[in-house]
C-alpha cells in the first residue's frame, strides 16, 4: 500500500511534467519510494550505486552484477521491479539504458547525460501513517540512545570517546549516525559544528546528532553538565528553550515558513539575545535529508500535515533541538526521552541542561 502510494505520486509527476520516466538514484529517494531500501554503499554518499527507474506503467531496478543480489534479496524483493541487470564494467551505460526502456523525455534525480534534472523532495510528504510510525519509533530510540549516553559519560572521557559510545548504540539498533558533533567545555561556544577530538570533557558537554533508519532521519541536541550550571548558562539555556518552544509551537498547519522563522527571531530578541540567531541557520523540514531547506525569512512553504521538522535555535554556549511531526490536532515531538530533565512553563517544554555528579 505505502509502495503504490508514492509510485502514484510518481505518475502523476511524469504527466504533469510531460515526462516517459524518471531515473531515481538519490539515496533519499530511493529510501523513499522502497519504504526504506538502501541503495548505497559508502555511508557518506547522497547518490547510490543503484538506480530504480519509473515509467507511467513500468518499474524497474537498474543495478550492475555486484548490486543487484543484495538489492533484490535485501531491499526491493517485495515490490515486484523488473531486473535490469548490467556489468559493473558497464555503468557508464545506466542513462543509455534508461532511454531505451522509457522511450521517450527522461527525468533524473542526478544530473545524467540526456535527462531533465529534476527534484522529488517535494513528492516525499505528506508522509503516510506507516512512515510516521516508524519516525516515531526511531525518534524513540533515537533519543533513548543520547540520553544513556549523556548517563554514562564521566570527566575525563574524550570527544571521541563519547561519540564512539553513541556510535555503537546507535548501529546496534540499525541506526546509522549520519551527523554525530561532540563538544566539550569552552567548544560549545567556538564552534557551532564541532566535530569531536580528543579534548576530555570537564564540566560540560553538547551531544549534537542526526541519525538515519530506512532512510528517515531524526535530529536532536542535548547538553551535560557535572556540577551545578552557572546562572549565565542556566539563563542562556533558558532562552534558547523559549526560542525553540516558539519555533515549535509555531509550527502549524497552514502557516508560511518564514513566519513560523519570524516567531522564533521574535524569541530570541524578547529574551535579551537578538543577534544569536544571524550565528547559525535555526532548521527546517526534515525527513529524508537532515533538512531538504534551512527556513529564512524568504521562506514560502506552508505547513502541512505529516511534514516533519527540526529546529535547532542555539545561544552561545546552549543549544535546543529535536524532531517533530505536524499533524491535523498539533505538532509532536518524536525524539524526546522521557527521563530527561525539561524545562517547564514553555508553549512546549523542551529538554533541559542533564545536571550531574561533578
Known amino acids: 500500500m505505502e509502495y503504490e502510494t508514492k509510485r502514484e505520486r510518481v505518475r502523476r509527476f511524469l504527466a504533469d511534467n510531460g515526462l516517459a520516466g524518471v ?29 530504480l527507474l519509473l515509467t507511467r506503467e513500468g518499474a524497474y531496478l ?18 515486484g521491479l523488473e531486473q535490469v541487470v548490467m556489468p559493473w564494467y558497464e555503468d557508464d ?10 522511450g521517450g523525455p527522461l527525468g533524473s534525480d542526478v544530473p545524467l547525460d540526456g535527462c531533465r534534472t529534476v527534484s522529488l523532495d517535494h513528492l516525499h510528504y505528506p508522509l503516510v501513517p506507516e512512515e510516521i510510525e516508524r519516525y516515531r519509533l526511531l525518534g524513540e530510540e533515537a533519543g533513548k540512545v543520547v540520553s544513556s549516553v549523556c548517563r554514562q559519560i564521566v570527566p575525563g572521557w574524550s570527544e571521541f570517546e563519547v561519540a564512539a559510545e553513541a556510535s555503537r548504540l ?7 549516525p549520519v551527523v554525530l558533533l561532540v563538544a566539550a567545555d569552552e567548544r560549545i561556544g567556538r564552534y557551532r559544528h564541532p566535530l569531536a577530538t580528543a579534548r576530555r570533557v570537564k ?14 532521519i531524526v535530529s536532536l541536541s542535548r547538553l551535560v553538565s557535572f556540577g551545578a550550571v552557572s546562572d549565565d548558562l542556566a539563563r542562556r539555556h533558558r532562552a534558547v528553550c523559549e526560542v525553540d518552544a516558539a519555533f515549535i509551537s509555531g509550527t502549524k498547519v497552514g502557516r508560511k515558513l518564514s513566519d513560523v522563522f519570524a516567531d522564533g527571531i521574535e524569541a530570541y530578541g524578547r529574551t535579551g539575545f537578538p543577534d544569536e540567531w544571524r550565528l547559525h541557520h535555526q532548521g527546517g523540514p526534515t525527513g529524508y535529508a537532515t533538512r531538504y531547506s534551512r527556513a529564512t525569512m524568504r521562506s514560502a512553504e ?14 552561545t554556549g546552549t543549544k535546543s533541538e529535536d524532531t517533530v511531526v505536524v499533524t491535523d490536532t498539533g505538532t509532536q515531538v518524536i525524539s524526546a526521552d522521557q527521563s530527561w530533565p525539561m524545562v517547564e512553563g514553555l508553549p512546549v517544554a523542551r529538554p533541559d541542561i542533564l545536571v550531574r555528579e561533578g
Open 23 to 51: 531515473v531515481i538514484r538519490k539515496v533519499s529517494n530511493f529510501a523513499w519510494l522502497t519504504a526504506g531500501g538502501s541503495n548505497f554503499v559508502a555511508l557518506h554518499t547522497d547518490v547510490g550505486a543503484s538506480s
Open 62 to 79: 537498474l543495478a550492475n552484477n555486484i548490486e543487484t543480489p543484495r538489492l533484490a534479496d535485501e531491499e526491493v524483493g517485495r515490490l
Open 93 to 102: 551505460r545506466l542513462g543509455e539504458e534508461a532511454k531505451r526502456i522509457a
Open 170 to 176: 546507535f548501529w546496534q539498533r540499525g541506526i546509522q
Open 203 to 216: 564540566k560540560t558537554l553538547l551531544v549534537v546528532v542526526c541519525c538515519r533508519r530506512a532512510g528517515l
Open 302 to 315: 506552508v505547513v502541512s500535515p505529516g511534514q516533519a521538522y527540526a529546529w535547532n535555535p542555539s545561544i
